[in-house]
């Protein structure tokens, strides 16, 4: 689904092409993309990226796109992965005592997020704290959640709006009907539709994305 055709889908559903809607499409859309980046956590959002860091350097600068970790491995000099530990960053600051005493460095056991922006124009973007300070450079793998462009962005389509296309297209018609002021009943069927679809798309991502039937066989639902 393209962009003009969600348009088009929610001035059809709401039945308004009135100007100042119109020319908040995009807004609402943006909102929309934004509650269900929040409520579902697609692994498709998911990256994984390489990178290092150098001796004495207590600092380690985040993708530009990053969001939140899942976790971060310090490769040895055998080629091991050592898992940090994501830590609040006081406690960082407390375990590292004097971050300039050489003696007291070594492979990095603990990390935490010291600021958390997007990187702008004017900004470097989110950057982790790490301790001990390094003895010597290291490789690092980081895997995280990025939070992905927009429909109003990338207009032929979004992994999104091709592949959450009704829980898209409901979150829209929540967010145009709410800024409609549209009558209570039907805001009400919008924001139901919209739940039952963020509970499918939960069950394909949270649920039989996590687990293979090797070990537990088909995803099986109470009976009630």
Same mark, same amino acid.
């Given at each position: 689904?393209?962009?003009?055709?969600?348009?088009?889908?929610?001035?059809?559903?709401?039945? !308004? +092409?009135?100007?100042? $809607?119109? =020319?908040?499409?995009?807004?609402? #859309?943006?909102?929309?993309?934004?509650?269900? $980046?929040?409520?579902?956590?697609?692994?498709?959002?998911?990256? +994984?990226?390489?990178?290092?860091?150098?001796?004495?350097?207590?600092?380690?600068?985040?993708? !530009?796109?990053?969001?939140? !970790?899942?976790?971060?491995?310090?490769?040895?000099?055998?080629?091991?992965?050592?898992?940090?530990?994501?830590?609040?960053?006081?406690? #960082?600051?407390?375990?590292?005592?004097?971050?300039?005493?050489?003696?007291?460095?070594?492979?990095?056991?603990?990390?935490?997020?010291?600021?958390?922006?997007?990187?702008?124009? !004017?900004?470097?973007?989110?950057? $982790?704290?790490?301790?001990?300070?390094?003895?010597?450079?290291? =490789?690092?793998?980081?895997?995280?959640?990025?939070?992905?462009?927009?429909?109003?962005?990338?207009?032929?389509?979004?992994?999104?709006?091709?592949?959450?296309?009704?829980?898209?297209?409901?979150?829209?018609?929540?967010?145009?009907?709410?800024?409609?002021?549209?009558?209570?009943?039907?805001?009400?069927?919008?924001?139901?539709?919209? =739940?039952?679809?963020?509970?499918?798309?939960?069950?394909?991502?949270?649920?039989?994305?996590?687990?293979?039937?090797?070990?537990?066989?088909?995803?099986?639902?109470?009976? +009630?």
């Amino acid at each position: 689904m393209t962009l003009a055709e969600l348009k088009t889908l929610i001035q059809n559903f709401v039945q !308004s +092409t009135e100007t100042t $809607f119109t =020319n908040t499409l995009d807004d609402i #859309i943006k909102n929309a993309e934004e509650r269900l $980046f929040e409520e579902v956590q697609f692994d498709f959002f998911r990256k +994984t990226v390489s990178g290092n860091v150098s001796t004495g350097t207590r600092f380690l600068t985040c993708p !530009s796109d990053y969001v939140l !970790s899942f976790s971060l491995a310090i490769i040895d000099g055998n080629g091991d992965y050592r898992y940090a530990d994501l830590k609040h960053p006081t406690f #960082i600051q407390q375990y590292l005592e004097d971050p300039t005493d050489a003696t007291l460095r070594g492979l990095p056991l603990y990390y935490a997020q010291l600021d958390k922006e997007l990187s702008t124009g !004017s900004d470097n973007g989110s950057t $982790f704290l790490i301790a001990p300070v390094p003895d010597a450079d290291y =490789n690092v793998e980081l895997q995280y959640l990025y939070k992905p462009n927009s429909l109003v962005t990338d207009t032929t389509g979004t992994w999104l709006s091709k592949n959450a296309r009704n829980g898209l297209l409901y979150a829209c018609l929540v967010e145009a009907y709410t800024f409609l002021k549209g009558e209570p009943d039907l805001l009400q069927l919008y924001e139901t539709r919209y =739940n039952q679809e963020v509970q499918r798309l939960k069950n394909r991502a949270e649920a039989r994305g996590r687990q293979d039937e090797f070990r537990y066989d088909a995803l099986r639902k109470p009976v +009630t």
